[in-house]
């Protein structure tokens, strides 16, 4: 089992930045390629980028390119999601997740989920 607690969600203002933070325990982190995900009100929940078990590999999706950047601290079993240049159209909750299998944007191949953190962007 491994456990996920994501933080740093919150309110703020459009153009303005946040860092999540998801820090694992249990199992050993570095075994485990990382995804981050959002869920707006009313919609599905949708990929927003993934990063390798090494750190040495991401991918993003199309709507987060060039404003997002994922990273990992193996040591502190933690990964990032650094939130530059926000919109409102990225308000949502946020979740991590851990895959034991391979960097993928595909949520059914992830097997360990957080509770998720409420970012809200104002307008």
């Known amino acids: 089992q491994v456990q996920l607690v994501e933080s740093g969600g919150g309110l703020v203002q459009a153009g303005g930045s946040l860092r999540l933070s998801c820090e694992a325990s249990?199992?050993?982190?570095?075994?485990?390629?990382m995804g981050w995900f959002r869920q707006a009100p009313g919609k599905e929940r949708k990929f927003v980028g993934a990063?390798?078990?090494?750190?040495?590999?991401?991918y993003y999706a199309d709507s987060v390119k060039g404003r997002f950047t994922i990273s990992r601290d193996n040591a502190k079993n933690t990964v990032y999601l650094q939130m530059n240049s926000l919109k409102p159209e990225d308000t949502a909750v946020y979740y991590c997740?851990?895959?034991?299998?391979?960097?993928?944007?595909?949520?059914?191949?992830?097997?360990?989920w957080g509770q998720g953190t409420q970012v809200t962007v104002s307008s």
């Open positions: 990063i390798s078990w090494s750190g040495g590999s991401t």
């Open positions: 997740a851990a895959s034991v299998t391979f960097m993928t944007r595909e949520r059914d191949q992830y097997d360990y």
């Open positions: 249990g199992r050993t982190f570095s075994n485990y390629a």
